[in-house]
């Protein structure tokens, strides 16, 4: 599967934005899909995920930091996750990357290591 990241870009604390993450193929639903992030400076980190759409045991999941504030989801039609963001901080700063695993994989979703597939990034940008 390609991966392909939008909808970054420049806000003011306090903001919203919504990330999109456009996937190739006919298998998107099979796949676990992952938000990460990089800081400059900074090693990558998981951000939030959700399971393919037909496990049984479905899953969101997200990092403390932006629990409350991000909201993932998926929409298997348009072959799309999303990445809502409200009430951005200058600490979201950062380029983030979508990812994508095959289902059934068993590896902690939280780690980078367990994706196989990587969008190109999009930079967000939180101003004080």
């Known amino acids: 599967v390609q991966l392909q990241a939008s909808g970054g870009g420049l806000v003011q604390a306090g903001g919203s934005l919504r990330l999109s993450c456009a996937a190739s193929?006919?298998?998107?639903?099979?796949?676990?899909m992952g938000w990460f992030r990089q800081a400059p400076g900074k090693e990558r980190e998981f951000v939030s995920a959700i399971s393919w759409s037909g496990s049984s045991t479905h899953y969101t999941d997200y990092t403390d930091s932006v629990k409350g504030r991000f909201t993932i989801s998926r929409d298997s039609a348009k072959n799309t996750v999303y990445l809502q963001m409200n009430s951005l901080k200058p600490e979201d700063t950062a380029v983030y990357y979508c990812?994508?695993?095959?289902?059934?994989?068993?590896?902690?979703?939280?780690?980078?290591?367990?994706?196989?597939?990587w969008g190109q990034g999009t930079l967000v940008t939180v101003s004080s």
């Open positions: 990812a994508a695993r095959w289902m059934y994989s068993g590896s902690d979703y939280r780690q980078s290591s367990a994706y196989a597939n």
């Open positions: 193929g006919r298998t998107f639903s099979r796949y676990d």
